[in-house]
């Protein structure tokens, strides 16, 4: 019996004729009962991804310490409020975690290649890299974000920021 025989008597089987549509040329289709599925259904995903990690602040000359201390905290409230990560943390806390080698060798990390290895040693999906300077026309602050789940990179900025205040009143709707 040759193969293409065996493939029509199988297709021949799902296919009846119904007595009331007895026709040669129009064959209907068995009815199958419907098949559960053999895994349940994903829930609806979680819309927070697991940790995001927030670099020092880096900062010009002319940015006093206790600001720059103060900005810090503040972004990191305000990533938290916004919700998008189950958990945020600052690279000062997981640093301390890492043996120092690994510390050494990412402490000045800035490059794609080194932040994807960075947000690897820390088991993060994404890493904030913050920059407040002083220009002429008030204070600054950059953003950079980079996810890594897609290695993709983007920027924010928050620009002439006449006070401490301003900068830090501006936060939420930067990361947001």
Known sequence: MSLRLIGLLG???L??????????????LVNLPKL??????????????????ILDLA????????????VAIELTAAVKRVGRFKEVITIGEMMNALPLEVQERLGDCSSPSC???????LDVAAILMPRLTLEPGGYRLDLDYMDLG?????????RNLATERDLVQGLTPLVS
């Open 15 to 28: 296919l009846a004729i119904a007595p009331h549509e007895a026709s040669a040329s129009k064959p209907s």
């Open 59 to 70: 900062t010009g000359a002319t940015i006093k310490p206790n600001m720059a201390r103060r």
């Open 36 to 53: 559960k599925p053999i895994v349940a259904a994903p829930k609806d995903e979680p819309k927070t991804a697991a940790r995001m990690a």
């Open 115 to 121: 932040l994807i290895e960075l947000g690897a040693a």
């Open 11 to 13: 297709t021949t089987a």
């Open 150 to 158: 897609v290695e993709a990179r983007w920027r924010r900025e928050a």
